[in-house]
């Protein structure tokens, strides 16, 4: 049902921006061709494409239809809560703990936002798995090998989307590295001498990073090098106090959504100070005072205290990420670190839970699954699709005239050329060549937008024809081929026949 809803409210869509580059990328793993993952604002992309060839299998079986990501992002949410309760439903002796999970879970859902489940931006998509591979850390350092290869494969997932999970990601898998490595050392007889989870979990990595590595080696310079380049450079960062107020707000996430409301994904963060902020850091710092306490106080056997152990290295590691954020600092660059403390708070609070029992007329297990499932349909339900707000909805109109015009003038490849300066005009002009391209017209756009699109789109020189988008009617311009509102603006879109080449221009 809550699939048949997103369907129905897309069925028309014109996913625009992110949304409609994000649906290309996918396209082109259908195709076998995507080599790096989304693209970032400051003229790199992120490491892989794992998230575009996860999202392929049901873009193709749909018929590359826009309501297929959203609803393979709600699977991929789903899986990851169903991750967690199992788990912890495995691992930890009271129900208690599974069950605080999935009302910690349902709240937090509340922080994120109507229509989280479905959101395919990759700052969004990540978040929950973050908090399956927190678990996994944990359970890694007490000696359970066999999920290995799933760490492997969910940290690659994790990077390869938002390269700014790297700091995250490696404080766990180190962290979790190091619990095991000791407790191997102190235990000869712990089960962590099997060598098939560590063959499976390098041939996961090798598997998963053979595509970026044939792109760094194949370019001059690769997206590795482009990455490298840009955190070694002398880009502003943020002070230690400017760090330590951000990561305090997602982990207090409770105090900030009873203040602010639902995440500002994109907006810049309200101001927090005064006694707001004391309240905020009180929490903060009594979470991390306890994941302290019961780092070094619970007895060595416990996944509990391997959790706390990983969720404050992520914590302390959080604060070194966030001073490193260049530019401005929006939610959704340190949204993962509410997932820390999610599951930060879990393990500070885990203990205590665990001390107390639980009856259930059913096993731990079947509760778990039960609870988890039966909250997935009201959840679900309270969101709307997540195109909602991020749609062009005259795209297809306005690529319907272009492309009868293409065809009337016997323009087959045409350059397109942005007016650069408007992000409004980018919004609808995305939206259009999305369509355009669903319609089988093949086109190149200008260098300076190759890193939003991709290498499939660079000019080969057959171009005859360029198709330039406009932010309203320039002066002395003649009648445009198309206009349509567009905010403050029209877009306005003319063709013309056989320019130059884009190399020589």
């Known amino acids: 049902m809550p699939a048949s809803r997103i369907i129905d409210g897309m069925r028309n869509a014109s996913p625009a921006s992110d949304f409609a580059l994000l649906e290309l990328s996918t396209g082109e793993a259908l195709r076998g061709t995507q080599l790096l993952g989304p693209y970032s604002r400051f003229g790199w992309r992120h490491p892989g494409p794992a998230y575009f060839y996860l999202q392929a299998p049901l873009y193709g079986a749909s018929g590359a239809s826009s309501a297929s990501l959203p609803v393979a992002v709600l699977i991929f949410n789903w899986a990851a809560l169903l991750g967690v309760v199992t788990c912890l439903g495995r691992w930890v002796d009271r129900a208690t703990v599974p069950i ?3 009302a910690l879970f349902l709240v937090y859902g ?4 109507p229509g989280f489940l479905y959101n395919i931006w990759n700052p969004a998509v990540t978040i929950l798995p973050l908090g399956v591979f927190l678990i996994l850390c944990a359970g ?21 989307t938002h390269v700014g999970y790297l700091p995250c990601v490696a404080a766990g898998a180190l962290t979790s590295g190091a619990l095991w490595l000791r407790r191997r050392r102190r235990d000869g007889d712990v089960a962590t001498s099997r060598h098939l989870p560590m063959i499976l979990a390098v041939a996961t990595l090798a598997a998963l990073w053979t595509m970026p590595l044939v792109e760094q080696m194949t370019r001059d310079p690769g997206n590795m090098s482009l990455i490298l380049r840009f955190f070694r450079g002398e880009s ?11 990561v305090t707000r997602e982990i207090a996430w409770p105090w900030s959504y009873f203040l602010f409301g639902t995440l500002p994904w994109y907006a810049p963060y309200q101001p927090l100070e005064g006694w707001h902020q004391a309240v905020g ?3 903060a710092l009594g979470q991390i005072g306890l994941l302290a306490f019961w780092s070094v106080r619970l007895r060595e056997p416990s996944f509990l205290r391997a959790l706390a152990c990983v969720c404050l290295a992520c914590t302390i590691v959080a604060v070194l990420a966030t001073t490193r954020v260049s530019g401005e600092i929006r939610p959704y660059v340190t949204a993962w670190i509410s997932m820390v403390g999610v599951i930060g708070s879990l393990a500070a609070i885990g203990p205590v839970l665990a001390s107390r029992g639980l009856a259930l007329p059913i096993g731990r297990d079947q ?15 309270v969101g709307r699709p997540l195109v909602h707000d991020s749609q062009f909805q005259p795209a297809r109109s306005v690529s319907d005239a272009v492309r009868a015009e293409l065809l009337a003038s016997g323009v087959h490849r045409p350059h397109v050329a942005i007016q650069t300066g408007s992000p409004e005009l980018f919004y609808a002009a995305s939206a259009v060549l999305l369509q355009l391209h669903k319609a089988d017209v093949a086109f190149s756009v200008d260098r300076v937008w190759l890193n939003f699109f991709g290498e499939r789109w660079h000019p080969s020189g057959r171009e005859d024809g360029l198709l330039e988008f406009h932010a309203g009617r320039p ?31």
């Open 100 to 102: 605080f999970a999935l």
């Open 110 to 113: 509340l922080y994120l936002g």
């Open 140 to 160: 890694l350092a007490c000696g359970r090998t066999r999920v290995l290869p799933i760490v492997a494969g969910l940290s690659t997932f994790l990077v390869q």
């Open 236 to 246: 502003a960062g943020h002070t230690w106090g400017e760090a330590l107020a951000i």
């Open 281 to 283: 850091g009180a929490f």
């Open 367 to 381: 509760g778990a699954l039960i609870l988890a499932v039966g909250l997935a349909i009201p959840v679900a339900l």
């Open 475 to 505: 002066a002395g311009a003649p009648p445009a081929l198309v206009c349509v509102p567009n905010g403050a603006s029209d877009l306005c879109v003319w063709l013309v026949l056989r320019p130059l080449s884009p190399s020589a221009r």
